[in-house]
């Protein structure tokens, strides 16, 4: 019989991706795509959670404010708004908890070198 560790998946993988914009110099258009198999949740394999995978995307703009080199970005996380359990850790005392995934996520920063 396999036997397989609770919360981890037998197979993961990620693809990640970054094009720099040859009209604009500086900008980077990028993606991470990853895929989890499914995972036991108990030790005696009777609950699983499923395969899932989500698709992350982002720009970044690097460019000079003032002479200091400055940096863009936006980024999206769960471009396609899938929902899924990522997460199912055992507690010490026999608990099981449940963690969604992050609905999606829009996050934009500039940073600036002083």
């Known amino acids: 019989m396999n036997q397989r ?3 981890v998946p037998q197979v993961k993988a990620s ?4 094009y720099k ?3 604009l110099p500086g ?3 990028n993606g991470l795509l990853t895929y989890e198999g499914g995972k ?3 030790s005696d394999g009777s609950v699983e959670l ?3 995978w989500q698709l992350d995307a982002g720009l970044r703009y690097q460019t000079r404010l003032a002479g200091r080199r400055a940096q ?3 980024n999206v996380e769960n471009l396609s708004d899938r929902s899924y359990w990522r997460e199912a850790p055992t507690t010490y005392w026999g ?3 449940l963690f969604p995934s992050t609905p999606r996520t829009v996050r934009a920063s500039v940073t600036v070198d002083f």
Do not use: E, H, Q
């Open 5 to 7: 560790v609770t919360n």
């Open 15 to 18: 693809v990640f991706a970054d």
């Open 21 to 23: 914009v040859a009209l």
């Open 27 to 29: 900008l980077s258009l």
């Open 40 to 42: 036991k949740v108990t």
């Open 50 to 52: 499923p395969s899932a």
């Open 72 to 74: 863009w970005k936006l």
């Open 95 to 97: 608990g099981v908890y």
